[in-house]
């Protein structure tokens, strides 16, 4: 419900963690990207999770680019 009051905001990045260890799993960070609507999203605390799999859900459902950082690796945000 937290999540349905950030539908109307516009977000230009959202981190999302799918690790499901108390965090999200890929299908709650899934609904959750199609809520937020975010132009990019970035996938966070991955642990066993397969990122890969997470960007190819969000992108099948919503306008937004998923971008798979590694550990370290820098996104510059323009």
């Known amino acids: 419900p937290e999540m349905d009051r950030l539908e109307e905001a516009d977000i230009d990045v959202a981190l ?20 937020i609507k975010a ?8 642990k066993d999770s397969n990122p890969e799999v997470f960007k190819t859900e969000v992108e099948s459902k919503t306008s937004s680019k998923v971008v798979i950082l590694k550990a370290g690796e820098e996104y510059k945000i323009e």
């Not at 132009?39 to 991955?46: A, G, Q, T």
């Open 39 to 46: 132009k990019i999203v970035i996938p966070m605390h991955v």
């Open 16 to 35: 999302l963690p799918i690790g499901d260890t108390y965090t999200m799993d890929i299908a709650d960070a899934t609904e959750a990207a199609s809520v």
